[in-house]
């Protein structure tokens, strides 16, 4: 109960950190570290049969997992020991922070309303190309501000929602591996051949990562939408209706509820087409997103991550910080 205090003051500080100061270099970045892991271990996996590229994608997931999480937790729990509980709740609040972005759902995307605003669409498509995989050079007006939208609605869940949840349920080791798995998606996810045997534990522990948060967003995003003055009521029938139509389980949730709520359409050609209206030609889309998105994530951190935080993830993240202390003092 002494660490209480100082416990709820990690994701406070988490937070503020990442409105205000946002990503820090790639090279003191843990995400950039994980990745790099990932890629290493993905390289030298073995191949050759299905079954055995399975298996590798297994370790490909566990070993950064369990690698990070014990590394990020020993060094909390040193911290927390010769240091102090000020010291510790400013470390894990670092640590929190580099597991989800807000600022930076911004910081890619808004750039392009003033690119559209002046006219020049090969810029746009051009900062396009860094946030989406699909080809941008064909895109029109309207399907770029399309693209960035989607991106921001896209990434509300995997990006924000979920890490909050995840630190919520088991403090930093549950952001860490939320963040691990998302990774390895990101980097393996079976959408080549390459991938498609040693991705596959990858993708699917993705999926059911996420498919509480992305169902649980929606309820979220209509308060926001609501509070913002938007037809929340519009969101919740293309949230219903269209969620199916990606390819993942969960991404539909929450683009389809923006759409619907912003009384567009977000439409990927050939993939799907959710929401309601027409693909919106007016770059002013691109903010309303990242203000719904932006609203939806605080609402999310003061009713569901502090509270959860404060009943449970405290008590994980304690708990294995002793157990390890307990392993080396």
């Known amino acids: 109960m002494e660490l209480l205090p100082y416990a709820i003051a990690i994701p406070v500080l988490a937070l503020l950190i990442d409105l205000l100061l946002g990503e820090p270099p790639n090279r003191f970045h843990p995400v950039v570290w994980i990745g790099r892991s990932i890629g290493f271990l993905d390289r030298h996996v073995g191949r050759g049969s299905a079954a055995r590229e399975k298996a590798s994608g297994v370790l490909v997931v566990v070993v950064p997992a369990l690698l990070f999480i014990l590394l990020f937790t020993l060094i909390l729990a040193l911290t927390r020991e010769l240091l102090g509980a000020i010291v510790w709740a400013a470390a894990s609040a670092v640590v929190l922070k580099t597991m989800f972005a807000i600022r930076a759902l911004e910081t890619h995307t808004a750039p392009m309303v003033e690119d559209m605003r002046n006219g020049d669409l090969d810029a746009a498509r051009r900062k396009a190309s860094m946030v989406v995989s699909r080809d941008v050079d064909a895109l029109d007006g309207p399907h770029v501000i399309s693209c960035a939208a989607e991106t921001v609605s896209e990434?509300?869940?995997d990006s924000v929602l979920s890490p909050m949840f995840y630190f919520g349920l088991a403090g930093i080791p549950g952001a860490v591996l939320l963040r691990v798995i998302n990774t390895a998606d990101g980097m393996v996810g079976y959408l080549s051949d390459k991938h498609r045997n040693v991705g596959w534990f990858a993708a699917r522990s993705d999926d059911a990562m996420h498919y509480i948060t992305a169902r649980l967003s929606v309820?979220?995003?209509?308060?926001?939408?609501?509070?913002?003055?938007k037809d929340w009521r519009a969101g919740w029938r293309a949230a219903m209706r269209d969620?199916?139509?990606?390819?993942?389980?969960?991404?539909?949730?929450?683009?389809?509820?923006?759409?619907?709520?912003?009384?567009?359409?977000?439409?990927k050609q050939g993939h799907y087409s959710m929401g309601e209206g027409n693909v919106p030609n007016d770059p002013a889309v691109?903010?309303?997103t990242i203000r719904v998105m932006k609203l939806t994530s605080v609402l999310f951190f003061l009713l569901v991550l502090l509270p959860l935080f404060t009943l449970l993830g405290i008590q994980v993240q304690l708990s294995l910080e002793d157990w390890l202390l307990g392993l080396i003092w």
């Open 155 to 157: 990434n509300l869940v």
């Open 219 to 229: 309820p979220f995003i209509m308060l926001s939408l609501a509070i913002l003055g």
């Open 243 to 267: 969620h199916g139509q990606t390819s993942s389980p969960n991404k539909g949730w929450p683009m389809a509820a923006v759409a619907g709520g912003l009384g567009v359409r977000f439409e």
């Open 286 to 288: 691109i903010l309303d």
